[in-house]
T-cell receptor, first 113, second 112 residues
Framework: AQSVTQPDIHITVSEGASLELRCNYSYGATPYLFWYVQSPGQGLQLLLKYFSGDTLVQGIKGFEAEFKRSQSSFNLRKPSVHWSDAAEYFCAVGVVPTDKLIFGTGTRLQVFP | KAGVTQTPRYLIKTRGQQVTLSCSPISGHRSVSWYQQTPGQGLQFLFEYFSETQRNKGNFPGRFSGRQFSNSRSEMNVSTLELGDSALYLC???????????FGPGTRLTVL
């Protein structure tokens, strides 16, 4: 069955520190993978996506993610976190050829000054 | 380009009532999907429409229904509301076929 696991429910980092949010997926074929961010009371904003090709993808706001097929992972990284990055982050796998997304449970990021 | 818009943004209903939520996709997008977000269940897929046809449906009871119009605007309806239907309902649009989806701000439904 298709699924996405985000093992970390809540992460706290200091401003300026590096960040890695974990995501593992289960999917029978080559996955379409996404990271979305949600600020309180808002919808979801796409940070980056992986469809094929280069396994290291760059996104907005200085985020990047690496697709590792052998580990079924698509971890999100940022070298230096800003206070404005505090939000909830969702990893998702796309069920092609439809537009259905299966989301992980999310990781809430808290940033301390 | 205008983003995905959802109306209304907030709704308060009582148990047993029905509700209709509306979603206007980004111009040119033919695919609209709906998701329910709750603290307990997270983000769950409701259904997807492409060119007025329901292409995919999640595991929700028949009280949840939707439709898409020829201009790609979509509505979802929930009949006989239950307390557990209180949630943020998110709509997303895309050009279709697994491309990236753009989400609206959501409709916050509270059932009393």
């Amino acid at each position: 069955a298709q699924s996405v696991t985000q093992p970390d429910i809540h992460i706290t980092v200091s401003e300026g520190a590096s960040l890695e949010l974990r995501c593992n997926y289960s999917y029978g074929a080559t996955p379409y993978l996404f990271w979305y961010v949600q600020s309180p009371g808002q919808g979801l904003q796409l940070l980056l996506k992986y469809f094929s090709g280069d396994t290291l993808v760059q996104g907005i706001k200085g985020f990047e993610a690496e697709f590792k097929r052998s580990q079924s992972s698509f971890n999100l990284r940022k070298p230096s976190v800003h206070w404005s990055d505090a939000a909830e982050y969702f990893c998702a796998v796309g069920v092609v050829p439809t537009d259905k997304l299966i989301f992980g449970t999310g990781t809430r990021l808290q940033v301390f000054p | 380009k205008a983003g995905v818009t959802q109306t209304p943004r907030y709704l308060i209903k009582t148990r047993g009532q029905q509700v209709t939520l509306s979603c206007s996709p980004i111009s040119g997008h033919r695919s609209v999907s709906w998701y329910q977000q709750t603290p307990g269940q997270g983000l769950q897929f409701l259904f997807e429409y492409f060119s007025e046809t329901q292409r995919n449906k999640g595991n929700f009871p028949g009280r949840f229904s939707g439709r898409q119009f020829s201009n790609s605007r979509s509505e979802m309806n929930v009949s006989t509301l239950e307390l557990g239907d209180s949630a943020l309902y998110l709509c997303a649009s895309s050009s279709g076929q697994g491309n990236e989806q753009f989400f609206g701000p959501g409709t916050r439904l509270t059932v009393l």
